[in-house]
Nanobody, 114 residues
Framework: QVQLVESGGGLVQPGGSLRLSCAIS???????MAWYRQTPGKERESVAA???????TYHVAVKGRFAISRDYAKNSVNLQMNSLKPDDTAVYYC?????????WGQGTQVTVSA
């Protein structure tokens, strides 16, 4: 059974940092792993992705501030978020794309506010 469980969200002040983690079980290979975010009334958008070859890509709004990484020992994918802004406030989801399926976590809330 495939499970993706996010953790690490919370409330942080502007300029602060958070580290999100997505624990993955039931998946042995993948095409890419990614973090998405969504705010009310808007479509879900990809903020960072990691190919199976290890190449990261980032949304222009987070480039230079966020970093996606994979922890092989814990079988997780992480998102380090620095210099957070109020516009980063959203529910963050991790996703894993295999062939032919995609899987999603339940989401974790990130709120950036003074």
């Amino acid at each position: 059974q495939v499970q993706l469980v996010e953790s690490g969200g919370g409330l942080v002040q502007p300029g602060g940092s958070l580290r999100l983690s997505c624990a993955i079980s039931g998946i042995s290979s993948f095409t890419y792993m990614a973090w998405y975010r969504q705010t009310p009334g808007k479509e879900r958008e990809s903020v960072a992705a990691l190919t199976s070859g290890g190449t990261p890509t980032y949304h222009v709004a987070v480039k230079g501030r966020f970093a996606i990484s994979r922890d092989y020992a814990k079988n997780s994918v992480n998102l380090q978020m620095n210099s957070l802004k109020p516009d980063d406030t959203a529910v963050y989801y991790c996703s894993v794309l295999t062939d032919p399926n995609s899987y999603w976590g339940q989401g974790t809330q990130v709120t950036v506010s003074a």
